[in-house]
């Protein structure tokens, strides 16, 4: 059974860097099958795809375009885990952050969530 | 990127009564390789993660009840929650996994009426 955990701290100051992880059970951040990604959620941006990265005999990142310029997604093969790091935040950018494996696009299994509030 | 668009809301239907959900793609999302349409469907309950109901537009992902089932294509999608139960109160969201980025609809509100 895969399970993807979260950790990371629930409030960051603004201008600071945003950093999560998410530790991988029951499947490898190594496969060639599927694809890990970072979703967050917000009652103004509903359910919002930030990123993935994802393993085809080499490494790949995709970010979407409005985070791309502050989004990194890494990958730790000898821990097993993803993390997600988000620079220059702003208090848009509070949000319930999730990470999720993906199967053909869908998400099949997904983290517990973390609530990221930005402020002061 | 593919704008998802949901409706209504939200509903509210008796137990037992049937729940219908549309969603609509601003493109086309068949994936023209294996002819089926890039749609999924998830369900939100409150404090939870999003759960795979649906995809592939109609493959109901493994441990869904049968009450649930997706149709469509092209641009247009439907979820049908046949027999209302109570546990199916939550929140639904659909999402087209054709193109990067993912998109999401707004998610739909099922209430017990």
């Known amino acids: 059974q895969v399970q993807l955990k979260q950790s990371g701290p629930g409030l960051v100051k603004p201008s600071q860097t945003l950093s999560l992880t998410c530790a991988i059970s029951g499947d490898s951040v190594s496969s060639n099958s599927v694809t890990w990604n970072w979703i967050r959620q917000s009652p103004s941006r509903g359910l919002e795809w930030l990123g993935r990265?994802?393993?085809?005999?080499?490494?790949?990142?995709d970010y979407a375009v409005s985070v791309k310029s502050r989004i990194t997604i890494n990958s730790d093969t000898s821990k097993n885990q993803f993390s997600l790091q988000l620079t220059s935040v702003t208090p848009e950018d509070t949000a319930v952050y999730y990470c999720s494996r993906s199967s053909v696009g869908r998400s099949d299994y997904w983290g517990q969530g973390t609530l990221v509030t930005v402020s002061s | 990127d593919i704008v998802m668009t949901q409706s209504p809301d939200s509903l509210a239907v008796s137990l037992g009564e049937r729940a219908t959900i549309n969603c609509k793609s601003s493109q086309t999302v068949l994936y023209s390789s294996n002819n089926k349409d890039c749609l999924a469907w998830y369900q939100q309950k409150p404090g939870q993660p999003p759960k795979l109901l649906i995809y592939w537009a109609s493959t109901r992902e493994s441990g869904v009840p049968d009450r649930f089932s997706g149709s469509g294509s092209g641009t247009e999608f439907t979820l049908t929650i046949s027999s209302l139960q109570a546990e199916d109160v939550a929140v639904y969201y659909c999402q087209q996994h054709y193109s990067i980025p993912l998109t999401f609809g707004g998610g739909t509100k099922v209430e017990i009426k």
């Open positions: 990265t994802y393993y085809r005999s080499k490494w790949t990142n």
